[in-house]
């Protein structure tokens, strides 16, 4: 086996300040081994991607869309005042994917961090605001680390040194630019956490007779990051494309207000049962050719529907870098997924770079504290990783056994929790060191149990059952009040078998 390599880092750059970001904050400080972390943030405001935006962008986006490597995102210049005003301020705004009506698909009680609750008195799946309430609420005791309004460009890897004791430190040359003044400066740090999401660049398939429709008819076709009311298709035959969480709720939120919803779809979602059915959506298959001539959508199954009015693509999203352009090995590939990491975690070449909640089908708050302990150890030289040969090992395993594309980074439950805890016994393996917490093993992050593992597996039917409230939803703040006892399932004896299965 190869020997394990030894980190030091002094200087941290985090990239990003929303929920992942956020956490990662939180323990690198708690560490208390790095003189300078800095967390760069494009927006004014923490939150990240639940930072709604009323903004749409006007559906300005690439028709089709399949190029992961694109330049910086460009923000909406406004003016947060009366143009004609002297003392008015220019604001940049990045568009949020979060829509107007949006609640989680996840209860609160298991989105949550591990040190922070959802307040009681909450509905038990959020709106947007009451998450993004809960993230201003925790950011709180990091908003010193943190430059608001200032886009990271440019990531460029300068050097690796080795010391006397046989510890590595590397160098990242970061370069960023204010949004508002163009103030444009470049740094030095030790280590680079991406903490940018990867929700930024949406995925439009193509489609034979795609392009020729949407200059034929600008506006009928859009994405699900350009949605904000389900108002806006008011008396239209739309067809939405895709059935995961965004197809399928807002499908559910626009069929009051259609004609009809025409749902293509590969095959039936596992998170279904979690929206509002209605009559007027009918499933239907992939789209195979447009015809803009007369409206027409052709289906792979020989369906045709004729004067349709709006085609909503909710396709997901590319996994985008651009500010890490000039890095070699690149790890954006074709967008499914990022390449050359380990463990979804360190960038293999030099893992003084890391992505932070690149894993999707997971629940990202818990994940990204998970991660970020174990980052914040490896950093502090405290805890140790493979070798690079080892690392890309990982990798050409995993691609064997997910697929390099859009799977590599899927963590379908149990896996989702099986990696969290990972994580957690990760971290755990570091050396101590005196004035930490829990006695000088540091932040921790909570690892998953019998709880966590109900609670995960259950939620589709648990929103199920809250979306059967109509209304009277927003009323509900706890599982026993919709009949999901974790007590009384933990008493039948499958379920408690199968528990204690997966947690070894």
């Known amino acids: 086996m190869a020997s394990l390599r030894r980190f030091s880092a002094k200087s941290v750059a985090i990239i990003g300040a929303g929920p992942s970001g956020l956490a990662a904050a939180k323990f690198f400080r708690a560490e208390k081994a790095f003189s300078k972390i800095v967390v760069f943030e494009q927006r004014a405001d923490v939150g990240g991607l639940w930072k709604y935006t009323p903004e749409t962008g006007d559906g300005a986006f690439v028709v089709p869309q399949t190029n992961a490597h694109v330049e910086v995102e460009s923000p909406i210049i406004q003016k947060s005042s009366a143009t004609q005003r002297r003392d008015s301020k220019t604001e940049a705004t990045f568009l949020s994917p979060i829509y107007e009506r949006l609640e989680t698909n996840i209860p609160k009680s298991l989105m949550g961090y591990g040190e922070a609750k959802f307040p009681d008195s909450i509905q038990l799946f959020p709106g947007h605001a009451e998450v993004q309430q809960y993230l201003e609420d925790y950011a709180k005791p990091v908003l010193d680390l943190i430059r ?7 990531v460029k890897f300068l050097q690796v040194t080795t010391s006397d004791d046989g510890s590595i430190s590397e160098e990242w040359s970061i370069c960023s630019q204010n949004v508002t003044s163009g103030e444009r400066i470049c740094e030095v740090y030790n280590a680079v956490v991406v903490a940018s999401g990867h929700y930024s660049t949406p995925f439009v398939p193509e489609i034979s007779g795609l392009q020729e429709w949407h200059q034929a008819f600008p506006g009928t076709i859009s994405h699900s990051k350009h949605y904000r009311r389900p108002e806006a298709f008011t008396d239209k035959k739309v067809v939405v494309v895709g059935n995961s969480a965004s197809g399928l709720d807002i499908s559910s939120q626009i069929s009051p207000f259609c004609k009809t919803v025409l749902l293509s779809q590969k095959s039936e979602s596992y998170l279904a049962g979690g929206f509002a059915s209605d009559s007027k959506i009918q499933s239907v298959s992939q789209i195979s050719q447009l015809n803009s001539k007369n409206k027409t959508v052709h289906f792979s199954d020989g369906r045709i529907e004729e004067d349709v009015d709006s085609i909503l693509f909710c396709t997901g999203y590319l996994y985008t870098l651009p500010f890490l352009r000039d890095l ?3 790890p954006v590939g074709d967008g499914t997924h990022i390449e050359h990491t380990y463990r979804h975690l360190l960038y293999a070449p030099h893992p003084t770079l890391s992505f932070l909640a690149l894993p999707q089908r997971v629940i990202p708050f818990p994940l990204s504290e ?10 502090s030289g405290r805890l140790c990783v493979p070798s690079e040969e080892e690392m890309e090992a990982w990798e050409t395993a995993t691609v064997a056994e997910q697929g390099s594309g859009g799977d590599f980074h899927t963590l379908k439950f149990p896996k989702d929790a099986e990696y969290i805890n990972s994580m957690h016994d990760w971290a755990v393996e570091a050396e101590p060191r005196d004035g930490l917490e829990h006695g000088g093993q540091g932040k921790m992050s909570r690892r998953w149990g019998p709880w966590e593992y109900w609670a995960r597996e259950n939620f589709p039917a648990i929103r199920k059952a809250f979306v059967a409230k109509g209304e009277d939803r927003k009323n509900v703040t706890t599982l026993e009040e919709i009949g999901f ?13 199968a528990n204690e299965e997966r947690l070894g």
Not at 148 to 154: C, L, N
Not at 371 to 379: D, G, K, M, N, P
């Open 148 to 154: 608001f309004r200032t886009q990271v460009d440019s």
């Open 328 to 330: 070699s090995p690149n």
């Open 370 to 379: 998970a991660q970020s302990s174990v980052l914040a150890r490896i950093y």
């Open 485 to 497: 006892d974790f007590e009384k399932a933990s008493a039948q004896p499958d379920s408690l078998k």
